[in-house]
């Protein structure tokens, strides 16, 4: 397995990061150019309740090996994991998972894809210390994006609904801990979620 070290991503590296939004499976899946400065902007502002979570933190940073940047990966925190079904004529929150949650999002230099380094940027973060608090890691995927499930089937992720939801997106997740551990409390369910 490969080992990469995260850092936190600042505004001043956004010229490393901003060219591998220039690729065609990136601007699919994430977005453009200016996407990677879209994250720091939201960093900056307060935390707020998000589809019927509370928002705890939020997390950059960037992967390097040796002294070659390789990669991005964020982490939204909040105080537990929903499971929305919005849109016209949706319902709200339909789940909960009450237990701290971390939502993953990442991209890969595409000069470096398809070498593990995705699988060790999501395996570095479940290890970073800000996050020793979380139970539960999730990252909302579209069906299609085969790396991406790819990268999250690697690093013990499982669907928790292999259905996707009303927005085409599966959510994987991975318990820090025992699901045994975290019986349904109250209604909740233990399905789904989304972030
Ligand atoms: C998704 C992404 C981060 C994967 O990064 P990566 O470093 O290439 O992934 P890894 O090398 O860790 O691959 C993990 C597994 O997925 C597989 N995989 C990677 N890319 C793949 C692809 N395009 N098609 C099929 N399988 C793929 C790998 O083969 C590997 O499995 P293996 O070791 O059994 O061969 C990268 O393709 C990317 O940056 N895509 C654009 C942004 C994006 O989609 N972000 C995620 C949004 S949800």
């Known amino acids: 397995m490969r080992c990469v070290r995260l850092q936190p991503f600042e505004r001043k590296q956004l010229s490393l990061v901003e060219p591998w939004f220039l690729d065609a499976d990136t601007q699919r899946w994430l977005g453009g150019p200016a996407w990677p400065?879209?994250?720091?902007?939201?960093?900056?502002?307060?935390?707020?309740?998000?589809?019927?979570?509370?928002?705890?933190?939020?997390?950059?940073?960037l992967a390097w090996e040796h002294d070659k940047a390789v990669g991005y990966i964020d982490c939204g925190t909040y105080d537990r994991w929903t499971t929305w079904e919005g849109g016209p004529g949706g319902r709200g929150v339909i789940g909960t998972i009450p237990r701290?949650?971390?939502?993953i999002s990442y991209v890969v230099d595409p000069a470096s894809r398809c070498r593990g380094y995705c699988t060790a940027?999501?395996?570095?973060?479940?290890?970073?210390?800000?996050?020793?608090?979380?139970?539960?890691?999730?990252?909302?995927?579209?069906?299609?994006?085969?790396?991406?499930?790819?990268?999250?089937?690697?690093?013990?992720?499982?669907?928790?609904n292999p259905e996707p939801d009303r927005e085409g997106v599966v959510y994987y997740a991975r318990f820090t801990i025992s699901c045994d551990a975290y019986p349904p409390a109250g209604d909740s369910h233990q399905t789904a979620g989304s972030g």
């Open 37 to 61: 400065r879209q994250m720091l902007d939201l960093a900056d502002r307060p935390l707020a309740e998000f589809r019927g979570a509370a928002e705890t933190g939020r997390y950059r940073w």
């Open 121 to 160: 940027m999501v395996t570095a973060v479940m290890a970073m210390p800000e996050l020793a608090h979380i139970r539960l890691f999730t990252a909302g995927v579209e069906a299609a994006n085969a790396g991406s499930v790819g990268c999250l089937l690697k690093a013990g992720f499982r669907p928790l």
């Open 100 to 103: 701290p949650a971390g939502s």
